[in-house]
Nanobody, 130 residues
Framework: EVQLVESGGGLVQAGGSLRLSCAASGFTDGHDMDDYDIGWFRQAPGKEREWVSCISASDRSETYYDHSVEGRFTISSDGAKNTVYLQMNNLKPEDTAVYYC??????????????????WGQGIQVTVSS
């Protein structure tokens, strides 16, 4: 089964940057991470999990962002490492949350809806101080 592991979180001051990584393993039938759309979600205390960004499997230059992060966050992938990144710049206190990477079933499309994703990482904390 596909397993996703996030890393790179931590504490940063407002205006700072972090790069999250999502490393994938457990592929079968000759597939690898490039066959999957990969999304990033986040969940702040007391709030629902919200979609942040997605990168398309069919074209890794096809990326999508929530309006709250567009222009500050960049999603990218390194197929050779089976890793997707989320570069987060100009961080704001409201970006504080647990961040999750996730993958929908193979041959799906990027989606903003969490129930469309089957595989999830364990999450990693990002804290932005003011």
């Amino acid at each position: 089964e596909v397993q996703l592991v996030e890393s790179g979180g931590g504490l940063v001051q407002a205006g700072g940057s972090l790069r999250l990584s999502c490393a994938a393993s457990g592929f079968t039938d000759g597939h690898d991470m490039d066959d999957y759309d990969i999304g990033w979600f986040r969940q702040a205390p007391g709030k629902e999990r919200e979609w942040v960004s997605c990168i398309s499997a069919s074209d890794r230059s096809e990326t999508y962002y929530d309006h709250s992060v567009e222009g500050r966050f960049t999603i990218s992938s390194d197929g050779a490492k089976n890793t997707v990144y989320l570069q987060m710049n100009n961080l704001k206190p409201e970006d504080t949350a647990v961040y999750y990477c996730a993958a929908p079933p193979i041959d799906s499309d990027c989606s903003w809806s969490a129930p469309d994703y089957h595989y999830w990482g364990q999450g990693i904390q990002v804290t932005v101080s003011s």
